[in-house]
């Protein structure tokens, strides 16, 4: 048997034995409040209705708080308002009454708005449980409260944004200032759901009951320590509810969506109609990573790239990629682009150029932290930091706040955990909150590499991508990522599906590599080919 410490209380609230707790795992599933009622909406065409949604959502909760705590002749008061989410409440002090726990319901506003919820007051009333009304019992409540085990919070749910209301501001301080053990219904009192702002005096609930889908304001940095441990509960909708609608957080694009994204060539246009890439890339030691990116941003159409680097690079890569131009800047002591002797040099570029590229093959020094600030304050187009480029930012994230332009990160998990001052093993563990989190946050599109990369945008959005395998961990595959990235960027794509379009391309002609050449053996320049022959399957 557990023991649940809550948070700064004294109150200890006995967990059944963890077995009981055990589940099949769930496909993880994030909505918007509009794309919720869509989905509850869409249900009504599979046999369902919003008392039956209503009354599988408090089952469902009361059927948790049952097996995780040990309930009976225990005391609980349950918090209700006017609206659906005080119906689901009325459901859960119905269904805990029928099995011996000690329930008080306290309403807020009056009665209830929807006839859904009415219904279940009365059904509730018709019990004999006692309802009881807030401005009648304010005084009285931290008394009871005191002498009470569980609070159910189901005071406002996906609907609430701004403010509490007076009263409702009263029970969330009384529900936050008992000892007891606090359970909200979907979504803590006082916490917005898309936005995830959080109002002031809102719930700080323990356990959060989230019905069918996990919502925005679950995963954001700054709503997730009012939700506590949450808990997705299912509530009978079926998966055809679902389909029917696109979702924006998650949703993966097929073949059909990228080719639509990627323009045709049309029989007028000249290299200048695709775009200028600047790729500031390459060192002493990582020559390679610069001809890659170039190469790729060549093979994925953009019109005119250019290589920024050492002299040394430059002339290694001049035989490898014969189609670029070459901008030879000052080589510093340990092999890399000088910052100090070449910014007049680059400035000039960054400032013509379409589309940015930054950071394949340099290295960890003073230099790259210098040029990085140098792309971000000068660059006119959208930038793609990638390797050396996301580790110099990680120790100067504000940087970011001087960019001109749209920036795409393209960070592996042990970059991305750079960038957040964590371990690996967190990044891993909660992905999609990481990434969603971290670009909204900074403004920025991130391109959260590994199985399953995600892309997310500042507005709140999120893709994943689907392609790939196993056989693109290797060194220089990132390489070839952002190159392919900048060149859609210079044909006009805006970020989000420049990263989105590259990362499923970079997957597709994996896939196809490995193929022909198995995960094992396959190159990162090998891409390339099949890269090639994807594009002419495709018309492009």
Known sequence: MLIHHTPNKHYVFYIMDSAARQKEEQVVRVVTSSEMKQIEQNSLNFGLSFHRLMENAGSAAAAFIK?????????????????????????????????????????????????????????????????????????????????????????????????????????????????????????????????????????RADYTLVFDSLKLCHILDDSLPFCGAVEVLDIGIPDEARNRIELSFGASLSDKQVFELIPQRPLDSHKGTFGRVLNIAGSGRYRGAAILSALAALRCGAGLVTLASTETVCASASSSVLEATFLPLAESSAGTIDSYASLNSLVEALQSADAVAFGCGLENNLHTSRLLELVLKNASGPIVLDAYGINALAENIHLLKDARAPVILTPHPGEMARLCKTQTADIQANRASVAFSFARKHGVYLLLKGQGTLIASPDGGLLRNETGNPGLAKGGSGDVLTGMIAALLAQGLNPRDAAACGAFLHGMAADRTALRRSQTAMLPGELLDDLAGIFLEYGR
């Open 67 to 203: 097996r995780t705590f040990k309930v009976n002749q225990r005391n609980c008061v349950i918090f209700c308002s006017r609206g659906n989410n005080g119906g689901d409440g009325f459901v859960v002090a119905r269904k805990l009454s029928e099995n011996d726990v000690n329930v008080l319901t306290v309403m807020l506003g009056g009665r209830p708005a929807s006839g859904e919820a009415l219904a279940m007051c009365e059904q509730l009333s018709g019990m004999g449980v006692p309802i009881m009304d807030f401005d009648q019992v304010e005084d009285k409540l931290a008394g009871w409260l005191a002498q009470t085990d569980l609070v159910v919070d189901a005071i406002c749910g996906t609907g609430f944004k701004g403010q509490l209301r007076e009263i409702h501001k009263k029970a969330c301080a009384l529900i936050n200032d008992s000892a007891a053990v606090i359970v909200s219904l979907d979504i803590p009192t006082g916490v917005e759901c898309d936005s995830g702002l959080v109002a002031d005096g809102a719930v």
